[in-house]
């Protein structure tokens, strides 16, 4: 079991660091490239369009070949756009060696879930899921550190090729300690070329698309905050650039205890508990920010309110992805695949509409939080977990 845990987490570090890591590089990123700041922000959006593009192949794929070879593939494909990341002499070379990196990390999270799926039931799956979050929060505020460090000796590719060698060790983990894990029984299926009635996992029940409505919720608040934090925290509450980490790395630390706790919690409450009590969090960051807004309170309780939110998302995520991937044991390559690419397209979508419409940082947030809290609380009331393992769909086939 160690072996598909180690695997899976190194799987899903690959998209969080080469989020973070090259940040620190963006000011000498930008003069070497003769990059506008407007390429340095599509550098980001155009990396998550390459994760979102590539989802569903590698979902498709890993149901259909394996979740090892897509693992191995992805990987060696986030090594060989690092690497010409770092060697990129203009703005073009550069934004299509992060497409590549997109596409690469894209597939390894794809089969970090579907190994997690095949491999877990479903409380140790929440478990190792809300673990597996935990580590993730850790990502932004120790990759710009290590990006700083670097950089102290080295020009910016070196951050490039730091994620390269990341790749390269995911690649030997994945070729040489990771093992198959799909289902035998989605082999027979394919084989099957007479005149029969199969039973096929469907993604079309309702209760898999109230998880994707809840996680992708999920997601779409916390990148949000992600997005809008620095004009929040230093330009409308007046914090530096210090102060600024430092309260990251404080909300950072608050989703982490949270994560971690999250198993320990699983042990003793129920699984809707625990997702209950997330939107209620989200629901009382809303009304702290509301109430600071509208009343002119001290604005320092903003930080509170980002706290609340933080344990929120860390409470509810590992539980509500462990739900969605729970009735799909042969097809959980392609559930997998259909959650990354929702939730990062609409956190995506939600971001540009607001920017497009021109809505302040602040009210931003207030309307991902209200709006995430009411549908998913509705969500998990009226369509709760169901009591059988499987959901199918039956359909008539010939040869």
């Known amino acids: 079991m160690f072996r598909y845990l180690l695997c899976c987490f190194t799987l899903v570090l690959l998209y969080p660091t080469a989020i973070d890591l090259y940040l620190v590089g963006l000011p000498q990123i930008a003069a070497d490239l003769h990059a506008t700041e407007f390429q340095l922000h599509f550098a980001f959006s155009i990396y998550l369009i390459g994760m979102a593009t590539t989802m569903l192949i590698a979902g498709k794929v890993a149901d259909s070949i394996g979740r090892k070879p897509v693992a191995i593939t992805g990987a060696i494909i986030f090594t060989v756009s690092s690497i010409l990341a770092g060697m990129a002499e203009h703005s073009t070379q550069f934004l299509i060696a992060r497409f590549i990196q997109g596409i690469g990390a894209g597939s390894c999270y794809v089969a970090a879930f579907a190994i997690i799926r095949d491999t877990l039931d479903d409380i140790q799956r929440a478990k190792v899921l809300s673990m597996l979050n935990g580590i993730t929060c850790v990502i932004p505020v120790i990759a710009p550190v290590i990006g700083y460090l670097i950089m102290l000796k080295f020009p910016w590719p070196s951050l490039f090729i730091t994620m390269a060698l990341m790749g390269c060790v995911v690649s030997l983990l994945s070729s040489l300690i990771l093992k198959e894990t799909k289902p035998r029984k989605l082999t027979a299926i394919n084989n099957i070329h007479s005149d029969c009635n199969l039973v096929q996992e469907s993604f079309l029940e309702r209760f898999f698309i109230s998880r994707v409505v809840i996680t992708s919720l999920g997601v779409m608040t916390i990148l949000t905050y992600v997005n809008v934090s620095p004009l929040l925290i230093m330009g409308e509450m007046g914090f530096d650039r210090s102060e600024y980490s430092t309260i990251v790395a404080g909300t950072a630390l608050v989703s982490m205890l949270t ?37 002119n309170l001290n604005n320092h309780l903003y930080l509170l309110s980002f706290g609340l939110l933080c344990a929120g998302f860390a409470i509810g995520f590992g539980v509500s992805m462990s739900q969605a991937l729970s009735p799909y044991s042969v097809r959980a390559g392609m559930a997998s695949s259909l959650l990354g690419i929702t939730q990062v397209s609409c956190s995506a979508l939600y971001i540009w509409l607001m920017g497009a419409a021109d809505i302040n940082a602040l009210n931003m947030l207030l309307t991902t939080l209200i709006i995430g809290s009411v549908i998913s609380l509705a969500l998990i009331l009226w369509i709760p977990k169901p009591s059988h393992g499987h959901q199918y769909e039956k359909i008539t086939c010939s040869a």
Do not use: D, G, H, V
């Not at 320990?264 to 600071?292: C, D, N, V």
């Open 259 to 295: 994560s971690f706790s999250a198993p320990f919690a699983l042990s003793i409450f129920k699984e809707r508990s625990l997702l209950l009590a997330s939107q209620i969090l989200f629901a009382l960051a809303a009304a702290m920010i509301a109430l600071t807004l509208y009343l």
